[in-house]
């Protein structure tokens, strides 16, 4: 039986208790121990680039002419419109970082996010339509010269600092380095696994890295779940399995949500469950919300699902 069947959505919502100091104290309906709770740390992720380059010219060179144009999660990218775009993103980072150049302003004002994804889209676009007259060769070449001058970079970098842009996905207009650092790290980590999932080449799941970019997405549950209604004191507990895997948890404080690694053993007013493949692909547009409905459970209220469901850690 539902250990929530006995309860109305208004206990479940109000009934979990303050947590302070690591201490635990009663409410009405439920008990909630918060001592396995931390507050999120940033996640440091420059040390990794150079190992994932590393990976990704392992997989080019591993490819056949014909894998470059096999069909890939991205839409209606093929794997080399998928190079073509981490080629792009390497060479933004040199020319703002190290040479100053200024981006570009929009070609009409930016006055949503949907705007500002809008942009983003055209200029991806742009692009990798111009690199079609690349060869598979000249691209391998191009990401192999610029990936190691991209690692310098972020870890030359005050993780503390001004980031370059903000984190748009999870609400914030500005960011530190880490988190954009970050961000940049998933963005090449997803890609990449994109394109050995097209030309069935060994996944890159391994804990070290993907462990980082579910932390990393995840920095965007408070922003997902901004409009969710709660009393405070309300936590969601999200549990991925696999090696890569972990528990976060969203608490209901001052009128916001503030995330937490780790969980609580008790009271939680919802526990959304899932894999960790399932996660990363749901949160890139690799999966789409009702195809993941059936492999993420949720132990509660099933309104507190959809904001998960509906989460994306990229522009889109």
Not at 166 to 189: C, H, K, L, P, Y
Not at 208 to 229: C, I, K, N, S
């Amino acid at each position: 039986m539902d250990r929530h069947a006995s309860l109305s959505l208004s206990d479940v919502l109000t009934g979990v208790t303050e947590c302070s100091g690591g201490l635990a104290s009663d409410a009405p309906a439920v008990r909630t121990q918060c001592l396995l709770m931390h507050p999120v740390e940033p996640v440091l992720t420059a040390h990794l680039f150079p190992g994932l380059h590393a990976s990704l010219m392992e997989l080019l060179d591993g490819m056949q002419e014909d894998d470059w144009a096999r069909p890939t999660a991205a839409g209606t990218w093929q794997v080399r419109d998928v190079a073509a775009h981490l080629l792009d993103g390497n060479i933004r980072q040199i020319s703002f970082r190290r040479d100053g150049l200024v981006p570009l302003d929009p070609e009409f004002p930016i006055r949503s996010y949907a705007d500002l994804v809008g942009f983003i889209d055209r200029l991806n676009a742009s692009w990798v339509k111009a690199f079609e007259r690349a060869s598979p060769r000249v691209l391998r070449e191009l990401l192999d010269v610029t990936g190691p001058a991209v690692s310098e970079i972020f870890a030359g970098l005050d993780p503390f600092g001004q980031g370059l842009f903000g984190v748009a996905w999870a609400g914030e207009m500005s960011s530190t380095n880490w988190f954009d650092t970050a961000r940049e790290f998933t963005e090449r980590w997803h890609h990449q696994q994109q394109m050995r999932d097209a030309v069935g080449a060994e996944d890159i799941a391994r804990r070290e890295w993907l462990y980082p970019v579910l932390d990393t997405f995840f920095r965007g549950l408070p922003h997902a779940y901004r409009e969710a209604v709660a009393a405070d004191g309300q936590s969601i507990v999200f549990d991925i399995g696999g090696q890569a895997g972990g528990s976060w948890t969203l608490r209901r404080e001052d009128a916001g949500w503030q995330l937490y690694t780790g969980a609580p053993t008790t009271g939680f007013a919802a526990r959304v469950q899932t894999d960790q493949d399932t996660a990363w692909r749901l949160l890139t547009k690799g999966m789409k919300p009702e195809q993941a409905r059936p492999r993420v459970t949720i132990d509660g209220p099933d309104a507190l699902r959809t904001p998960f469901l509906q989460m994306l850690a990229i522009m889109g």
